[in-house]
C-alpha cells in the first residue's frame, strides 16, 4: 500500500499523530519563551500561545486518536454482524409453555 493511500484510509491517526508533534512543539517554545524572559507580564504571551494552545492540540490528537479506535471497533463488529446469520425462531405454542396455575393468598398454587 503505498503512503499517499494509507495517510486517506488513517487520516484520524495521522490527524493525531500531528496534533500531538504540533502541542509538543508548542509546549516547548513557549517554555523556551517563558525561561528567556524575566519580567511576568513579558511571559504571559508564551504562556497563553504556547502552554495553552500545546495543551489544546495535544487533547485534540488523543481525541482523534480515540475516535479512530472507536471506528476500528465499530468496523468489526460490523463485519461480524455481517457474517452471523439470522436465525428465525417459531412461534410459542401452548403446549411447550404450560402456564402454571394461580396461587391463592397465602402463596400456595392450586389445581
Known amino acids: ?3 499517499l493511500r494509507w495517510i486517506r484510509v488513517q487520516w484520524d491517526r495521522v490527524a493525531a499523530w500531528t496534533c500531538v508533534v504540533a502541542g509538543a512543539v508548542a509546549l516547548i517554545l513557549g517554555w523556551h519563551g517563558v525561561a528567556k524572559e524575566k519580567l511576568t507580564a513579558q511571559q504571559l504571551p508564551y504562556l497563553v500561545s504556547g502552554g495553552i494552545g500545546g495543551l489544546f492540540l495535544l487533547g485534540l490528537g488523543g481525541i482523534l486518536w480515540l475516535t479512530a479506535e472507536l471506528r476500528d471497533e465499530w468496523r468489526k463488529l460490523d463485519d461480524l ?10 412461534a410459542a405454542t401452548p403446549a411447550t409453555h404450560p402456564v402454571a396455575p394461580p396461587a391463592d393468598r397465602t402463596g400456595a398454587r392450586t389445581g
Request: negative net charge; charged residues 30%; proline residues 15%.
Open 1 to 3: 500500500m503505498n503512503l
Open 81 to 90: 454482524d455481517a457474517e452471523t446469520p439470522v436465525v428465525e425462531r417459531p
